[in-house]
């Protein structure tokens, strides 16, 4: 197994504050499930915007598909991430204004990689995200609606298939259950494993609860990782 | 391309601030072509008043006042001209024809113009254009007949074989009136958008008619009264005229004929280019034209300032759409030039929709305006100066957009992908 993203000696801080984040070693496999545990304030947001390429690390090394982040200009990092990772948020992460299907091809309009990765599997770009959307349980009577006409649980299978979309390597979620009863949470991650799986992504689930954990092949706990030791906050 | 579709489903998005701002853009747009129109064709009506004649001579004041009371009929002159200088100047060689004019009287308003034939034959206005009449015949079979100018006509309903009395004076409500000559209508003359249109038009002879028994500016009384039909037998011919309009056989001799006419010896005369004289009396009023002129930029000004309010304040509110697009792969030049993007849709629409307002409003105030006021307004398609405005307009907007694309782009870099509502 290769491992899609691997952090070596990992160290950052935000300007005039104490280190936040000091990450000796961690990586992620090709096709690998992981859970990543961690509570409010523990650097979560931070750890997602390093592997974004939004911040770049003070120390240590980031790799992502075999690419230093670090070594890239931001408008390369840009790109890079566009065509690399596929994200999903918490909840109202679509734009109302588009309808479902303008909103799952939003990755393609900026990544050219991604675009032709879709048509290539799929023919068109139109056909990638109804295959997507359809294995997602989304009918296709739905997928000219505006996004801000379906439920949250739609709204978050949409936001699954716009991550989907062109295959990238990695899928980072970033909670994205915790606007969903307790019910669909765990339908909504087997469909998100599946289609992981078919496009051969990795998948980085982040979230704080704790009840999900089982269902990955790996559950990492921030806090653990992170050998930075700070006061648990209320 | 991708953008701009993105741009315009933002905006069908918030549409209701995204109508008010188009909404302002077009009123001061129509606001601002309005202005440039009227302002335009007023100068062009105004440098139209009179076309053809080569001088104007009339006593010796400034030129400014001569052109005012002997083309527009506003003021009065200073002196008159003697007959004899008449003669002298209208036998001239170079003088093609002369035109008398006799300026004193009015009728409820309108001024009373004493001329002759040659008047209506040599009076030309706008591109050289003659003067017609619309009814009736010119003045010259019988002494106390009138030919009325358009406006006259219809503000006060006279028709040919009317009777109309004229007063001495220029004031409004007259004291005097010559109601023992009364003039009969015999003419009507076509609109011409000019002075003409509000002048009476009486033979000198028939001018002369109505002041021969006055004396020492008083009518006479009783026994010295003279009658219209005892007026008929008498020589009428005036003794002085107010001014007079000189076509010459080639312009070239203009500067030559003008300065005999100020260096004529027999009484002291001016003669004016009447081109010149109408632009140095434009940019007298120039001022106020400048000024209505900045205040319409001003009007544009402050609809660009209404869009980039609306803009801004919802640039807060739209951190998780930007947030969204960069975590699908935009960069933050693409934010930029998204809000670049929107801001020219406005404007282009607020632009679109300002000239189809400008059109809608010329087509009604049209009629009125040129009733009212002698102003024509063309309905003609926009002129390549109008579209440079419009084209200013939009590259002020242009301008102005980089503030909030500015602000978008240093916000999205800030917030990168992180959410926040």
Known sequence: MSAVLSLTDLQFAWPQQPLLLDIPQFELQRGERLFLKGPSGSGKTTLLGLLGGIQLPQQGQLTLHGTALSQLKPAARDHFRADHIGYIFQQFNLLPFLDVLGNVLLPCRFSQRRAARAVERHGSLENAAAHLLNHLGLPSELHARRADALSIGQQQRVAAARALIGSPELIIADEPTSALDYDSREGFIRLLFNECEEAGASLMFVSHDQSLAPLFDRVVDLQQLNRVSRPQEV | ?421
Do not use: C
Request: net charge positive; hydrophobic share 50%; glycine share 8%.
């Open chain 2, 1 to 421: 391309m991708y953008l701009l579709r993105l741009a315009f489903a933002s905006l069908a998005n918030r549409r209701f601030t995204a109508q008010l701002t188009v909404f302002a853009i077009a009123l001061s747009a129509t606001l601002l072509l309005a202005v440039e129109r009227v302002r335009v064709e007023a100068r062009m009506s105004f440098a139209n008043t009179i076309s053809g004649t080569d001088l104007i001579v009339g006593a010796r004041s400034g030129s400014v006042n001569l052109l005012l009371y002997s083309v527009f009929r506003i003021g009065n002159a200073t002196n008159n001209i003697r007959w004899s200088s008449y003669e002298h100047f209208a036998n001239h060689p170079q003088v093609k024809w002369a035109i008398p004019l006799s300026l004193g009287d009015s009728h409820r308003g309108y001024r009373v113009l004493g001329t002759s034939a040659a008047y209506f034959e040599h009076y030309q206005y706008g591109r050289k254009q003659p003067l017609e009449l619309a009814t009736g015949r010119a003045f010259g079979e019988d002494l106390f007949e009138v030919v009325l100018g358009a406006e006259v006509a219809s503000k006060l309903g006279y028709t040919l074989g009317d009777e109309i009395t004229l007063a001495h004076g220029v004031a409004t409500v007259s004291l005097q009136k010559h109601d023992d000559k009364p003039f009969t209508v015999v003419g009507v003359l076509k609109p011409t958008a000019t002075p003409v249109d509000r002048t009476v038009h009486i033979s000198l002879a028939g001018m002369e008619a109505l002041h021969i028994d006055w004396q020492n500016g008083m009518p006479a009384y009783g026994n010295a009264k003279i009658s219209a039909e005892q007026a008929r037998q008498m020589d009428l011919q005036p003794k002085a005229i107010t001014a007079m309009l000189l076509g010459l056989n080639s312009r070239i001799a203009s500067f030559r004929v003008q300065r005999e006419v100020n260096d004529y010896s027999g009484e002291p005369l001016l003669a004016i280019l009447p081109g010149v004289a109408l632009q140095e009396l434009w940019s007298l009023m120039g001022t106020a034209e400048k000024a209505l002129f900045v205040v319409s930029l001003f009007v544009v000004l402050t609809g660009l300032i209404g869009m980039l309010t609306a803009i801004l304040t919802s640039l807060n509110e739209r951190r998780r759409e930007m947030a969204i697009l960069r975590s699908v792969g935009a960069r933050p030049w693409h934010v930029g030039v998204l809000l670049v993007l929107e801001s020219l849709l406005l404007t282009v629409l607020g632009l679109v929709l300002g000239l189809a307002l400008l059109y809608l409003g010329l087509l009604i105030a049209r009629e009125p305006l040129l009733s009212l006021y002698g102003i024509y307004l063309p309905l003609n398609a926009p002129t390549p100066y109008e579209l440079s405005l419009l084209g200013g307009i939009l590259l002020a907007a242009l301008v102005i957009s980089v503030v909030p694309a500015w602000r978008a782009y240093r916000q999205s870099l800030s917030d990168g992908l992180s959410i926040r509502v």
